[in-house]
């Protein structure tokens, strides 16, 4: 290899180049981005329509059913879902993963606007959402008052608004529960009928004054001049004086039959904060910016803002991310610290100081190249890329020591320090290759897995990547010259005290067992065996499976569902009796409660709810996170709230990974919706029944009574009324009916809404009050037209795949493993009496596990095959790489007793671990196995070979092991229950490998000596 003596002959273009990468990455850990979590965008889209007065089968026949055809001719579909359900239609469409997120959104846009002449004219909005976690808001401000009114409080709102917009790095600021307002046209029926006048015309009539249609331009003389025409509203006095109708000779204003108001819209958002009313302020941040920059500047704001509030007004910052995001990410650079003090120990334990420094500062030079190639990759410093920093931070030195030792051992036979370091670092330089090849090769694939849990894993493993290749280049580049300039040998050489320690382990310890194999090597390898079987089996029925853990953060949430004709009057009378258990709970800092709508979104994973009078959500924000004074009061709470009456309380914790819908979620399918509904109530049963299982949803559980209108078809057309003219006048009577838009002298703009007097709610008693109109404009009661009654119906029709179907969910306990309690419900369903024509689909968590744990089986066997490739090419041998990989099911044994007696679960970091293990621990072997080979080759006898191998590689493999164990320790024991079952599962699988392959390698080595042979002489020849 002639990379070390071209780095030690041009020094000075080597230090130069290293200084210049090394400052790269300070730079980077300067001013790359700072977030809590990875910005995953998956490439999905959501299509929210609102259709004001629509009933379920409404929505589904007339907007779901068209959009979902469109949207089905498009490609890479994952999956197709859509909710109908009173006024509103919620479509969300996920594609495959690898999909270009920018480019798809695009595709729905466009076939959204393909058929957007097919749907009702009269829709209230229609809104395509790209699906992004960025989205979730880093801030949320309360401004209260018990006091003022909401025009005050929306004016002080504003301004803050104004405030914030202006701070770099805010992506976008909006406002929460301030009533919308609106230039209110309340309609006398009764007049109108008098009048003769159809409601159509009173809307055509004002849209009609409204509208602003340039005149032109007129050339008189030299100038050219702009002909004004009436032009748009300018007051309100202006709207009431519309003229709509001319009755003998004179003209009927719209003030003689409707009051025209400038006021607030219904109110159907009520938040307060600590039992104080309150509206909100929310702030999202921009990709790829500093969370801790805008937390600053937004800090001065609000202190200079706070100072200019009226005395009836306050402010306080309920939810600050950046709180979170300091905790977590000094949290993981205390690990890494404490990692790199461990490995230090070690080193400096086993090595002279002059060799540890220099192996030590592979380390600050390693991570910091390896965050400049993360920065430049579009990475930000969060949770996933550190824990790779801290996962690379054990094997960064395996190289450096290999290389420094061997320069060391070059200099103690009497070689100059300049011919040392080149021969040195030449002999192992393949090797030191070779083995940071394999390693990367298991982290190279995890970066390939193309779903949602592989994208918000992706930045650990390129960071691990770099990482380690930054350490390859300086352990042949820089470390071979610093060890040319500074190690040096004396005659009065003390031996290390680690090293004394190992030394005694191998004669009193190793030798007798690696001598013990290889007389009874069938018993031994049996023994072996026998204990894979019985960790396979454990992990079979003792281990249980989980995705990703709970997150641990000191916030849970509080869904409140009443029924569905529950007015918001009734929910939030709810949410004060929840208010009212919270406030005696220890350690709470905010209570934070929604009524008609969910809170704006805090976690990346948490859906918003839609807008409904009878959904509600609290949100607790506690001062501190302790594990089972938390578990404890989520327990209390679901025992307390279980018990009540009127209103379906569910306490939820957070969850970490990308989103799922629940973790345990039955579909069924099928047509008819009584049929799903029965189905739907046994399966709640027995969801129930298991007591791992909380917080239960079956969105059929419940029905609502609607007044269902009947036509009289044949009146109607004797009596010559269109059937579009009764819908549109019940719709503008009962619910309101935006016609156009005022601008004020401000440039704000207003709907202009016909309906009922504010005064009057809608009754039963309205409809006797409302009049249509025949084509010869005579006013026909609509009793004689049509006959109102009751009638139950489902809250909302669901569709999967375009099908009908009914999801029932559900949550389970912290204590038991999802894909347990899964199975048990599973094996229950399979003995259900299935009509025809009506089946099942699991989703929620073990469909996610089925996705993610299959990406990381294909990524599994992909380094596999990819290491063994590498193995074939540096022993030129098929055999002898089947030895190598021997390490692998003992790693898998390792792994499997550390998950058991830690108490962890299978989970996706855990997989991660693993897979991780693939690359690291054949290492071990291929040391053994090339040692081996070469003293054969120096024509030693087999056994003899074996031995000296053994016990010559013994302290090298036992150094790289506890650094890798050192520094991978503190993120294990303190990095929570995302990384605990990846470290324990990299920690047990290298602890329980690296002992056993010292004996089972060279046990196999010697049973396949003689096909190994041809090998030996082949080399020998060759020597």
Known sequence: MKLPKFAIENHQFTNVMVCLLVLSGVVSVITMPRSEDPPVTPAGSSVIVVYPGASPSDIEQLIVDPLEESLNTLEDIKELTSESSDNIATIGIEFAGGSDPDEKYADVVQKVNSIRDQLPDNLLSLDIIKWSISNVAIFQFALMSETAGFYAMESEAERLKKELENINGIKQVELYAIPEKEVRVSIDLAKLALYRIPLTRVMGAIQDANANIPGGHVNIGQKRLSVKTSGSYRSLNEIRNTVIQSARGKPVFLKDVAEVTFDSADISYIARVNGKRAVFITATQKDQTNIFWISSAVKEKIEAFQKTLPESMSLSVVFDQSKSVSHRVSGFFQNLFIGILLVGVIIFAAMGPRASIIVMMAIPFSILIGIGFVDMSG?????????????????????????????????????????????????????????????????IPIIMIRDNTGEFIRSMPMTVVFTLSASLLLSLTL????????????????????????????????????????????????????????????????????????????????????????????????????????????????????????????????????????????????????????????????????????????????????????????????????????????????????????????????????????????????????????????????????VTEFRDENGEEYDIVIRLPISDKPSISDFDRIYVHSLTGAAVPLSHVASIEFSASPLEIEHYQMDRCVTITADVFREYSVAKVTKKIVDQLKKYPWPKGYSMYIGGEQENQQESFGGMMKAVIIALIAIFGVLVLQFRSYLQPVIVFVAIPLAVIGSILALLITGNTFSFTAFVGITSLVGIVVNNSIILVDYTNQLRREGKKTIDAIREAGETRFIPIILTTLTTVCGLLPLTVGGGTMWAPMGWSIIGGLLVSTFLTLVVVPILYQLLSTKLAVFANEGAEEN
């Open 379 to 443: 990475y930000g410093l969060q949770q996933m890329t550190i824990a790779g920093m801290v996962i690379a931070l054990g094997l960064l030195v395996d190289n450096a020591i290999v290389v420094t030792d061997n320069v060391t051992r070059f200099m103690k036979m009497g070689y100059s320090r300049s011919e040392s370091a080149v021969r040195g670092t030449s002999q192992v330089g393949w090797a030191v290759v070779s083995a940071t090849t394999t390693t990367l090769l298991a982290f």
């Open 479 to 738: 470390t071979p010259y610093l060890s040319e300039k500074f190690i040096k040998i004396s005659n009065g050489h003390r031996e290390r005290p680690l090293r004394r320690w190992l030394n005694y382990m191998i004669k009193n310890i190793y030798r007798p067992a690696l001598d013990y194999g290889l007389k009874r090597p069938w018993r031994l390898l049996s023994m072996i065996t026998a204990f894979f079987i019985i960790a396979l089996m454990l992990a079979r029925f003792f281990i249980g499976v989980s995705l990703f853990p709970k997150a641990e953060k000191p916030l849970f949430y509080i869904n409140v569902n009443c029924p569905e004709d529950t007015h918001i009057d009734q929910t939030d009378k709810v949410i004060r009796q929840i208010e009212k258990e919270i406030s005696a709970l220890p350690g709470v800092s905010y209570v934070i409660s929604n009524a008609g709508f969910s809170n704006p979104p805090l976690y990346y994973n948490i859906m918003r709810e839609r807008n409904k009078a009878s959904h509600g959500q609290v949100i607790v924000i506690l001062e501190a996170f302790h594990r089972k004074a938390f578990e404890s009061m989520l327990n209390s709470l679901r025992q307390k709230f279980k018990l009540f009456t009127g209103a379906k309380i569910e306490v939820k914790d957070l969850e970490q990974g990308p989103p799922v819908e629940a973790p345990v979620a039955v579909k069924v399918m099928g047509e008819n919706m009584t049929m799903l509904k029965n189905i739907a109530s046994d399966i709640e049963d027995i969801i129930q029944s298991q007591k791992e299982t909380v917080n239960v949803r079956n969105p059929l559980s419940l029905t609502k009574s609607d007044l269902k209108v009947h036509i009289n078809r044949e009146k109607a057309g004797m009596l010559g009324v269109p059937l579009s003219e009764i819908d549109r006048t019940i719709r503008t009577a009962i619910t309101g009916i935006p």
